[in-house]
């Protein structure tokens, strides 16, 4: 079930399935680590989402986080971030 990322629980991980932005944005946002299938945590939702990926946090806005599909993966998943 895909889902946007700024709808996901803090702590859940997730699957990066779908990047919706405009191309420019969304070769950013690969470059950046959130590319398709890659596995990242969400760390903190207040004003911004924070992630973790590829062992760094980045913050990413409420509606660049909506522009990103995800889908969570299993709780007794470890989460592989390299």
């Excluded at 932005?21 to 911004?48: C, D, W, Y």
């Excluded at 973790?52 to 909506?66: F, K």
Aim: net charge positive; hydrophobic share 40%; charged share 20%.
């Amino acid at each position: 079930m895909l889902c946007p990322l700024n709808s996901v629980k803090a702590g859940t991980a997730v699957r990066i399935k779908q990047l919706s932005a405009t191309p420019e944005v969304s070769h950013r946002l690969r470059e950046m680590g959130f590319g398709e299938e890659q596995q990242i945590r969400v760390v903190s939702k207040q004003v911004n989402v924070i992630c973790q990926v590829c062992h760094a946090r980045l913050g990413l806005s409420q509606e660049l986080a909506e522009s990103i599909l995800v889908e969570p993966l299993p709780r007794n998943l470890k989460l592989d971030v390299a």
